[in-house]
């Protein structure tokens, strides 16, 4: 099983940036999936989640701002983040569960796969 996590980087306040999770190993289509983000000294918090029929979930603090969306065929999910914000700034982590539930979640305890991680930073 692998979850490869790219996108990150240096943005400024109110720019935008494409985070991509390729996953591999594992039956893509029967999986939720989920982007997490951790900042120094925080708690990984839930950022956005989709289950396996595509429905989807957000944290407030996001809410309007990103979107979560995945490819069955490419077996990626993708995290558009717009209007991006200073405490925006973390670590973000795409993860894999198997989709029991029959909805998306936000609860990391869940996900069985991790991706490594990649950095945003949003300064000027």
């Known amino acids: 099983v692998q979850l490869v996590d790219s996108g990150g980087g240096l943005v400024q306040p109110g720019g935008s940036l494409r985070l991509s999770c390729v996953a591999s190993?594992?039956?893509?289509?029967?999986?939720?999936m989920g982007w997490f983000r951790q900042a120094p000294g925080q708690e990984r918090e839930g950022v956005a989640g989709i289950d396996s029929r595509g429905h989807t979930i957000y944290t407030d603090s996001v809410q309007g701002r990103f979107t979560i969306s995945r490819d069955n065929d490419k077996t990626t999910v993708d995290l558009e983040m717009n209007s991006l914000k200073p405490e925006d700034t973390a670590m973000y982590y795409c993860a894999a569960m198997e989709d029991y539930r029959g909805s998306p979640s936000l609860s990391g305890g869940q996900f069985d796969y991790w991706g490594q991680g990649t950095q945003v930073t949003v300064s000027s």
């Open positions: 190993g594992f039956a893509f289509d029967n999986y939720a």
